[in-house]
């Protein structure tokens, strides 16, 4: 039933698309149909997701003539925990995005966007769901050709063009890595069938490392894992708000989704691998936040803000395997509820996020933070809806960023508590670096709210910014009101994500029910929440009662102060860059500061850049494009050329048969 409820979903889905790209330049008819087809598809999509959280596990199988393929679907309860947040964040996303292209659409056609759109949202529901390892490799490529042109709308700009080539350059690097790993656990289990890979538990530690190994890298590059994570800080800036959204909110999942299938069927882990994955996030996560802090984009550091928050769910992660290999069980539950529940949070919150950027960018025309300011004053409810969203992502109660963190460090003062001596390092150590997270989060959400909200107009744009329409803030509005309701009410997405760690996690972890009192009861979650509102309402009551005089800020003594002499996104975090940080992430500072009295004019910017990707990736693919270079010889521009290689690569591939299966 539920798998059949999928590909209602994706028919659907795929409907809506063809649907759109017919409808050609008609572009408001082209947006309509996609975002129809996105909204009529989470229906069934959603249905699916809780029969497969509630341990109605289901598959369908239909002929595919390809060469040892079989289309083949399944959904169980880890499908249907990313099945729910892929189909609820779609339809917002699909709302919002026909609302936010609507002034593109009048100088060009928008049915091809759209038909890409459906087809990535249909490719994630597969990936999800797809028990067979070729089915699975082709909804893989498909669900990165779909976000590729998705990123590359703009492609008149020379950035966006250079972000897509470096993502889909990363998408076909760790596809590679998915396509070694999927053919060798094909080979040691005797088929291609998911179902059988079940085999592979009793594979030989060395054949469950490499198959963790490969896991690692295919799957962390598309989940943004630090170091693989070089692609994301340049795509989500140029892709549109409601596809950067869905990208950081549900795509980036799909890789931990990979991971954790894979986990399943290995072997239980060494206690190793739950510390390599601990030790990556958290890095992953201080790398994200503290690159976050330095950037002048809104969207790019809203990006690097999702590296930290992938970092933290394999933190979770990490510490729930750890903790599994020890045999505690309540540590274990700890840890992967906060890590699958902070999955779930971090979809709502970051959705929340970037198409709160793209309302700023909408009213603005500009990214950069600097050219903002005083926007709360014009866009009273878009900047309301993005503190509330800066509120959730720095786990703040009410909100639900609160919750999964809070379970973290659950976690690990379990650690701390159940070990003695050496042993209790780690956790300690990684709680110390987990608060230091938040505190730099802390920073760079009061920085980006402050920045860009408060104060005055720093540009002719932001002058005359001007509010969203209804379209624009109704999807945030709903995805604020998921961040409150889970973090005031935890215990109900608690209950469904039973099912997924029971999958997870040793026998005896299930007792996640005694996480749920550990989190905050719903009888004091609704005495916070009637307090809070009963605060607000006296602060107006005040307000009209007792106005406050209007006058101008002191100006530190100029006679005529002026919006130049506000902080600039660059000045707000300069203590913390420069004492915080290590020499290779701080950014580049061109320009003097001058102690004269009377000083010249002058001029001083800085410049952040990746060094992992700057030190590391560029020199890398640098050296692999001149060695290709060389190989241009091959390229001889004739027919006869290329059909002797066809020849040749044939009869080579037929040799390796006979050589491989003639003994059989």
């Avoid at 594979?203 to 690692?216: D, S």
């Avoid at 990214?367 to 900047?383: I, Y």
């Avoid at 509330?388 to 960023?401: K, R």
């Avoid at 390229?635 to 066809?646: E, F, K, N």
Wanted: some cysteine; overall charge positive; glycine content about 12%.
């Amino acid at each position: 039933m539920a798998a059949d409820l999928v590909v209602l979903a994706v028919l659907i889905l795929l409907a809506g698309g063809a649907a759109a790209l017919l409808a050609g330049r008609r572009t408001a008819l082209a947006s309509g149909c996609a975002a129809g087809a996105t909204l009529l598809a989470a229906v069934p999509g959603m249905g699916a997701a809780l029969l497969g959280l509630r341990g109605a596990s289901a598959s369908v199988e239909a002929v595919w003539a390809v060469p040892g393929g079989d289309f083949l679907l399944s959904v169980d309860a880890l499908s249907g925990l990313f099945l729910l947040a892929i189909f609820v964040l779609a339809p917002l996303c699909a709302l919002y995005g026909a609302a936010y292209l609507k002034e593109q659409g009048e100088q060009r056609p928008l049915g091809g966007h759209w038909f890409f759109y459906t087809g990535l949202v249909a490719a994630m529901a597969l990936v999800v769901t797809a028990a067979q390892a070729l089915l699975f490799l082709a909804v893989w490529e498909l669900m990165s050709l779909a976000s590729f042109f998705l990123v590359v709308f703009d492609h008149r700009q020379a950035e966006v063009r250079r972000a897509a080539w470096i993502y889909l350059i990363a998408c076909h690097l760790g596809g590679a890595f998915l396509c070694a790993l999927l053919l060798f656990a094909g080979d040691l289990a005797g088929s291609l069938a998911f179902a059988d890979f079940a085999r592979l538990a009793e594979v030989e530690p060395k054949q469950a490392l490499v198959l963790f190994v490969l896991a690692l890298v295919g799957f962390g590059a598309k989940a943004g894992l630090f170091p693989l994570h070089v692609w994301l800080p340049e795509a989500h800036p140029a892709a549109p708000s409601h596809v950067s959204a869905l990208m950081s909110a549900v795509m980036v999942k799909t890789g931990i989704y990979g991971l954790l299938r894979v986990l399943t069927w290995l072997p239980p882990a060494p206690a190793w691998w739950g510390l390599l994955l601990a030790g990556l996030g958290i890095l992953g996560a201080l790398y994200g936040i503290a690159l976050a802090a330095v950037q002048r984009d809104l969207k790019r550091c809203l990006a690097y803000s999702t590296i930290e928050n992938v970092g933290i769910i394999f933190l979770g992660l990490g510490l729930g395997l750890y903790a599994a290999s020890q045999g505690l069980a309540l540590m274990a539950a700890l840890g992967f509820a906060g890590a699958l529940l902070h999955l779930w949070n971090h979809a709502l919150f970051k959705g929340l996020l970037f198409l709160g950027a793209g309302g700023l960018l909408h009213a603005t025309g500009t990214r950069d933070l600097n050219l903002m300011g005083g926007l709360l004053r014009r866009l009273p409810l878009s900047g309301a809806l993005l503190i509330g969203g800066s509120l959730a992502a720095i786990a703040v109660p009410p909100f639900n960023g609160f919750v999964s963190e809070w379970l973290l460090y659950l976690g690990l003062l379990q650690g701390v508590t159940q070990f003695s001596g050496a042993a209790a390092v780690p956790p300690l150590l990684l709680m110390g670096l987990l608060a230091l997270t938040g505190a730099l989060a802390l920073l760079v959400f009061v920085r980006l709210v402050g920045i860009a909200l408060l104060g005055v107009p720093r540009s002719p744009a932001a002058v005359g910014a001007h509010e969203a329409g209804p379209l624009l803030l109704a999807p945030q509005a709903l995805l604020l009101a998921g961040c409150l309701a889970m973090g005031l009410f935890p215990g109900a997405p608690l209950r469904l994500l039973s099912a997924p760690l029971a999958q997870l996690a040793p026998p005896g972890t299930a007792a996640l029910s005694l996480t749920v009192p550990l989190v905050w009861p719903g009888r004091f979650a609704l005495l916070l929440l009637a307090a809070l509102g009963a605060a607000a309402l006296l602060l107006v009551a005040l307000r009209r009662a007792r106005p406050a005089a209007v006058a101008e800020t002191w100006g530190c003594g100029f006679a005529r102060p002026s919006a130049r002499m506000t902080y600039s996104a660059e000045g707000f975090s300069e203590l913390a860059h420069t004492r915080l940080l290590p020499a290779p992430l701080r950014p580049q500072v061109r320009g003097e500061v001058t102690a004269e009295l009377f000083p010249a004019p002058a001029r001083r910017a800085q410049h952040s850049s990746d060094p992992v990707l700057g030190r590391l990736y560029h020199p890398l693919f640098a050296g692999l494009g001149e060695r290709c270079v060389r190989l241009r010889w091959l390229q001889q521009g004739r027919p006869a050329v290329y059909l002797l290689y066809i020849f040749l690569t044939g009869a080579a591939l037929m040799l390796w048969s006979l050589w491989a299966f003639g003994g059989g």
